[in-house]
């Protein structure tokens, strides 16, 4: 019922992403089962290159579910069914000879829990260079600085970086852990409720570490905090239900939605 | 939107709103009740009149105010968004456009000056009362329209504004004939003028007021629009 309903909608999202030619992302009528539950139904979103697109909704309405549909994370899962496209670059991520390692390296992830290795702090951002083969110790050192750099933490530890990672505060965690993120490169950065377990002001450190980030990348942000949504993000999804109600512009969204739904969640009128 | 929306969660960001809501609707009748007493402090040249409504223009100040510190804590605190924040810049608006027709109010009072009455023709006073009429009638409607978020009532307000406009240009009209006419009469037909003026600024006021209850209701800025435009399709 609802999914026929918001079919227009979606529909109009697609139309609407024709006129950018600036798309990175494009997911097209995804639909994802767990077990026999239908957890996201028929969802159509764009992601803008070098811009923050953020999915809001209430626990459990699938934005994580979606997020995780970017760098194939649900495959880890065999319970889980995915029916859809997921066009990266113009690339079907779903395709039998995607490579799903080279796959993840294109799309970093951040979790909610920062969760640094029990190692060094430069260990940890050299972990993924070293996967790759990186053993060259000055290429190594200059890469680190500078995934480092762009995460806004070099200067909090340059003077320690053969220090345990676990020594650092939690926001200065979230940050290594994005700075491991991008010490191997990616282009897309999906950060799943990356503020959600810190202080005001490593929080908004963190706010101002994605707004310089998107200089260089497409970041698409999963979180509870609507203000946040709101101050960090170009565009915005709402989800309820397993289904994405309505994708506008930020500055649109939180002034003039054009769904109830929307509005009733935005206002604190939900539920 | 109160009314076209179920509650908040928050009962408390409910209250607040509401009482936000009653506050602009008194000090939209306080105002209504000063601009009354001023157009007849006006006709009839009652100077004690005038004086009560310059007094009483202190009241309307004074609930601006309070309006506006109460919309700036629920902006502080609650971060309103969407038909909240709309309704909090509508009010801001609103309030303040309602302050300065406490002022026109206040001017068309001070016009009871007795020298108009005697130089100037009787039937110029009926043309003002019928002025005064409209004017009173469009801030009538349009506090009328705010109180339900009725968007097509506030659209009447708005169109209402053009016969406001017609009234105001035949009487400056009179008003130049009557000084070419007689010398003597200048001194009358400026203050006739100026009370003239005054009301037409509350009828644009009101009209402002008319496109912030669209904005509030539609999330449309339909300011500088031609009328026959605010209701086309995009």
Redesign the interface.
Known sequence: MHAKKHNGEQQQASLLQAEHDDVVVNIRDLSVWYRQRQVLHDVNLYLRERHVTALIGPSGCGKSTLLRCLNRLNDLDERCRINGEVMINGRDIYAPDEDVVSLRREVGMVFQRPNPFPKSIFDNVAYGLRLLGMTARVELQEQVRQALQAAALWDEVRDRLHNSALELSSGQQQRLVIARALAVQPKILLLDEPASNLDPISMLKLEELIASLKIDYTILIVTHNMQQAARVSDFTAFMDGGELVEFSATGELFTTPKQRRTEDYITGRYG | MQNR??????RE?NDELETIRSQVLRMGGLLETQLDKAIRAMLDNDQALAAEVKRGDAGINRMEMEIDAACIDVVARR????????FIIGVFKTIADLERMGDESKRVAKMSAAERASVLPVEINAELRHMGELVQGMLHDVLDAFARLDDQAALAVARQDERVDAKYKLITTEAMRFMAEDPASVQAAMSLMWAARALERIGDRSQNIAEHVIYLV???DVRHLPLDDLFNPQ
């Open positions: 929306h179920s509650q908040h969660i928050s960001f971060q309103p968004a969407a038909s909240d924040l709309r539609h999330g449309r």
